[in-house]
Each structure stands twice: as structure tokens, then as C-alpha cells.
């Protein structure tokens, strides 16, 4: 396989990044090792410590592909990954991040950490496990987490099919048994591999061991999924993150306000508005240090020049001057805790967004989601770390408020412990109440 | 799947992405640390991040200092290089030496020769307090090494410059937490997500200037346990040992005493992304002997204040 520069005839498609969910005993850094190993992301010398390290901790003759992904020296003594390891690799057309987030329940926060940057999720099934019966708590645990965060496409990875004889009836249960939770979830694009990450089988390659299956191997579909949130159609965020003045001269010289493109497209001569302050302005020039861009989409880090002063400073969004978003004080909000110590309602957090940093303060903690039953009815005063719940939040200043599931870019926050300065939850914005004209 | 070729066409390859996010966390770096540094070696992944620094930054200067952590053993033409970018850049750059920690008593070695990686972090660890730095920027990527790939962009470090694998903030989004107590810092790898291969396509792409060393030259080594040794004052030949003129060309560039080059021909940024896209060994397996000594011994190196 070659990388990107080699292939002039495909088009490169950027990079599109990755969630794999599931435990050890599923095959997951069995299947991670199995991508990285087939796209040849796996060098010789690498594989030369790997065959080192396995004797060392069992006697087995195999080559164990997890070890591959298993990172820290503490986990290896465990035997199990107990944080979220990022892995690399590129097939001819695009550029893949994986992160490898571990299964097991106390490590859920890295798993939203993991997802809060995933473009889709690989849940992994070890269908051993399931046999006729239903899916393991944590298969749905990590879907639901996968719908908190907004993941756009899940690949339900049902491993370990030539344990089970390449038996379609057992695919078939476990497929049946998964729309039920997706159904239930609201995820919508779901699709289903019967995969061998041990013997490669529909992995990289399709499999004449499962004539049934007529979808294409893993790797292709990975290869195929739109990275939506990069959609150059949604509503323009630009927040800004510098003003950047050329120094040596006069301050009206160059007055340019660096900042990346959240969602939507920037173009020049493009009429804007600043937030929250209001004022409106036109796209004089869109620079990207050596040349200057007629337009930039979502991802892409410029400096935009306006055709007058307007009174920037970071924090601040540029939005397209016909677009009314909410500017927000009091909004809902759906929070993963992060931190050991628990939320404290009488507290105050500081409240990163965009790149804005304010005071919040939390009215009111709803209820919490009870992962298992995938229902939100538990009652609580307070949050813990791994739980996830539905707050009230009041902030100093309004900020451009943006629902979760609409723009994720601009929906999504952190809490940050002042005392501790440790990052406390993660929110996703569910609801707005405009701020009183 | 997509066939609007305008929509094609605005979107971001690879390069671009990785571009755009490196250039955001930098700009992240400047808005809420009060004292960063830049860590610029002349090596080329810190030459990709200074040509990132000038995406982000220019037409204003660096709003941070370049520093160098100099063991002593350098290949003198790094050193040369180094200067000169320097220079045509126009920032300031500040040079630390284990040399320093040597003379002071802070840092002790067995033999002269003794590779210095190690006793870098002592050197760094010192500079850090002098400045009074808060975040510490550097070049390296989670696909060097196994321990690296659990490191966050954000990477907090204790009043001690300890970095402990099990205490990471969790790092959501892209909304990175920089907030430190006094003392306290933050190492920041913008090219996290950057493979030797896209660093490479980069400085292929950038026509990057790097110091000649990383193309193929003639040059002097030992073949030693699977290792071209360069012959160097501080790697002289051992006896009974044969010296040989080959083609090579060096994949990273550090510590004298622990860096080796390749056998290759590759002479130009091209040549070398085509020949790292089959290349059978990693960048540090192949060429840092102190890493082979043991899996684990970047996390130790790392949690005792090494990059």
C-alpha cells in the first residue's frame, strides 16, 4: 500500500479519525494491530520488540498484535490498556487517526475523550461472547456514549466469526440484537462487518470464508466515510483566537485576526458579524502567509483582515452577517464528569468555548444517565467521575450558543476545576435560552 | 460518495489538516501562556514547527523565545544551520548547555562519552526555572514511540517537571487546557499527530531547508550491532573495528554519541518521502541506541522530565 504523495491518480481525502470500542478479551488492539499491520504501518523493528515482549509474558508462539498498541509499562504489567492511545496510518487516499480507548467501566471517561474527536466509532462484538444471547452492558455503554458525542457513522465490527464457523445465523442475531439498541439510541448510520482481526478476514481484504456477507471490507469503508464535520454547508463559526498586529510599525499597519474555521466556509467579501458585540463588517482578506485565499472551509487555519477596525479580542466569533445565532446565558447541557472529585453545585467552574474562557456556575444537576438501561430517570443531587448527566448552567457573559448536534464545534464545552486547574466534565450544549433583547 | 468537484477542491488533504491544526494549537499556546518558549534544535521536526510558527504568526514576530538544550555533542553543521535560520527569521534564541549543569555539579556522567539525552532534562529542567517558562514547545510525535502515544497535545507537568502517565487531563475537542500553578508547565507537541512520513511530505511540499546531514553524503561509519556508528570524536573506532566510506543520511538528528545514520541514496526531500513510505524500520528504533536498551525506557526518561 502507498502513501498519498505516491497515488497522483487518487484524490486525497484528508484524514478521517476513529474511535474503537471494546475490551481486551473483544480482539481490539488485536484488530488496531491487524489495520496498522496490513496498511504497513507496522515497521520491521517494531515487530522485532513485539516478538521480545510476548515471550516474555506468555509462552505463546503467536505473534499477539496487541501488544503493538499497548503502550505504557504499567499496562503491559496489567495486561490491559488504561488509557487513550492515538496510532497512525494511511491507506492511498486518506490519512487515519485511531484512538484506542479502553473498555473497561471505570475508564469511560477516556472513551468520551477519545470520541469527542471521532468522525465514527468501530464498536467491536466478540461474538463468542454473545453466542444467542444479548450484547454484553458495555457494547451498549460505548453506543450510548458514541450518541452523546455526536458520532455520525458506527461500524458494528462482529469479531471473532471464525470461532463461530463463519456462521450467518450468529451475524444475524447479532445484528438484530444491535438495531434494537441503535433503534432505541437514535443512531442512524449503521453498518455491519463479520470480521477475523486474528486471521484478517474482511479486515483489509473481503473473505471467501463469508460468502454471505456482499459489503465491502473495513478498511474500504473507512475509506469511504464522509468526514461531516468538516461540512463546508453549515452556518459559518469563525472564532477568533489572536488579533495579530506586524510590530516595528504603526498599530493601524496590520491589524489581522488569526483563528481556524469551526464550521462553514469564509469568503472574501463576504459580509460578517462579530459576537457577541454585534457590530458588521466585510472579508477584506482571507491570508494564509504566503498567498491569500478567495475562501477558506471548516479545518483550515487563516488570518482574516476586515475592511474597518471593529473592537475584536479573542474569544469573539465572526458569523455570517444574515445569521442570527442564540447568544446564550442560561442554557442545558448534557456533562460527562472527568475529575475525582465531584461536582459541587456551590462552586464555580470555568467554562471553555471556542476560545473563550468564562464563569459558570451550575443551577441545577437533572437527571443521569443510567448507561445500562440507556434511559436518563436516575435522580441526582450531584456528579461523579464516569457519570453523565443533565445540568443547567449559567455563564458570566453570553457566548454564541450552539446546539451539540448541530454544530459540534460550537456546541461543545469543558469545565475546569479553578482550584485544581484540573478539566473537570465535558458538555455538550442540548438546549438554549436566548438571552432577553 | 462526493462527486461536486468544487466541493472536492476546498477541502482540506492531509497536509492541509495537519497544518491547520498544528497552526491553531500555537496560536493556542500564545493566547493563554504567559511564557512559553519554542524548543528549536535544528533538527527537522523543529524546523517544520518553525515554519508553522510563521503561518501562524507573521506578519508579527514569534510571541516566544527559541530555546536550544545543547549537550555538548552536536554534528557542527546542525549547529551552523541552526544559527543561520535563526537569524533569517530574526527571533531570539536562547542556548542552555549540559556543559553549564556539568561545571555547576547539577549534572554528573560516568564517562565523557556517556550518551548526554538524559542529562538533557536536567539541563531543560534548569532553563525552565531561570525563565520561568510555562510551556515548553517541542517537536515530537505519538508515532515515534510506544509511551509517546498516550502523551496529549497539552502535556502537564509538576512543580518537579515529572510527567505521570496515570494523572493526563483528559483532552476533549480541541478545547486544550494550558492552566498551571506557579512553577508548574505544559509541554506542547503540535505535530502530535504528524507521522515521519508526513513530515517528510511537508518538508517536500514547504521546500523546508534542513541541515545537509539528513541527505544521502559519503561518510565515515562503524557497522556495529545492525548500526552505522559515524566516526566522530566522541565515537571513535573500537580496536579490531574497520572504518568504511558509505552513502548515507541521518533520519533524526541528536546526540552525537547515540545517533546513527542509514544506508541511502536519497538526496532529496522527494527521494526520501518515497523511500520512507517502504522503509522496514522506525526512525528511532534504527537509529537512537539508548533507546534500545530497554522497551520502557522513553516513559522512564519521560517521567523524570525528558522531552
Known sequence: MNAPVHRPDLEDRGVLRFITAGSVDDGKSTLIGRLLYEAKGIFADQLAAVTRATRKRTSGETLDLSLLTDGLEAEREQGITIDVAYRYFASPVRKFIIADAPGHEQYTRNMVTGASTADAAIILIDVTRVGTGELLPQTKRHSAIAKLLGIRHVIVAVNKIDLVGFDQAVFDHVRKEYDAIAGRLGLTDVRYIPISALEGDNVVRPSDRTPWYDGPPLLELLESLPADRADADLPLRYPVQLVIRANGSTADDFRGYAGQVRSGTIKRGQRVRVLPGGEAATVEAIEAFDHDLDEAVAGRSVTVRLDRDVDISRGDVLVDADDHPVLGKHFEAEVCWLDRTPLDPRRKYLLRHGAKTVQARVDAVGNKLDVHSLSSTVEAETLAMNDIGRVSLTVQQPFVCDAYDDLPATGAFILIDPTTNQTAAAGMIRNVQKVPA | ?307
Open chain 2, 1 to 307: 460518495m462526493i462527486a461536486d468537484l468544487n466541493l472536492t477542491r476546498t477541502r482540506l488533504d492531509h497536509l492541509d489538516w495537519l497544518e491547520s491544526e498544528a497552526i491553531y494549537i500555537l496560536r493556542e499556546v500564545a493566547a493563554e501562556c504567559a511564557n512559553p518558549a519554542l524548543l528549536f534544535s535544528g533538527g527537522k521536526d523543529s524546523c517544520v514547527l518553525l515554519r508553522l510558527a510563521e503561518k501562524a504568526f507573521r506578519p508579527a514576530s514569534f510571541p516566544f523565545p527559541l530555546m536550544h538544550i545543547d549537550t555538548g555533542h552536536n554534528f557542527p553543521e546542525v549547529i551552523a544551520f541552526r544559527d543561520e535560520r535563526v537569524a533569517e527569521l530574526g527571533e531570539r534564541l536562547i542556548v542552555r548547555s549540559v556543559e553549564d549543569s556539568i561545571a555547576r555539579g547539577t549534572v554528573k556522567l560516568r564517562s565523557e562519552t556517556d550518551s548526554r539525552n538524559a542529562a538533557q532534562s536536567v539541563t531543560l529542567l534548569e532553563a525552565i526555572a531561570e525563565f520561568g517558562f510555562d510551556a515548553c514547545i517541542g517537536g515530537a510525535r505519538r508515532d515515534e514511540e510506544k509511551a509517546r502515544a498516550k502523551e496529549r497535545v497539552f502535556s502537564f507537568r509538576d512543580e518537579f517537571g515529572q510527567w505521570d502517565p496515570k494523572a493526563q487531563r483528559p483532552e476533549l475537542w480541541n478545547l486544550y487546557n494550558a492552566r498551571v500553578h506557579k512553577g508548574e508547565n505544559v509541554r506542547v507537541f503540535p505535530i502530535s499527530n504528524w507521522t515521519e512520513l508526513d513530515v517528510w511530505q511537508y518538508i517536500a511540499r514547504e521546500k523546508l531547508a534542513l541541515p545537509s546531514l539528513y541527505y544521502a553524503h559519503r561518510r565515515e561509519v562503524i557497522p556495529r550491532n545492525g548500526l552505522l556508528v559515524p566516526v566522530t570524536p566522541i565515537t571513535p573506532p573500537r580496536a579490531g573495528e574497520t572504518v568504511e566510506t558509505r552513502t548515507v543520511r541521518f533520519r533524526t538528528v541528536g546526540d552525537i554519541s547515540c545517533t546513527c545514520p542509514v544506508a541511502s541514496d536519497a538526496d532529496t526531500a522527494e527521494a526520501i518521502v518515497a523511500e520512507t513510505v517502504v522503509t522496514e524500520i522506525t526512525e528511532r528504533g534504527a537509529t537512537r541506541m539508548d533507546d534500545q536498551t530497554s522497551e520502557a525506557s522513553m516513559e522512564r526518561r519521560k517521567k523524570e522530565g525528558y522531552f
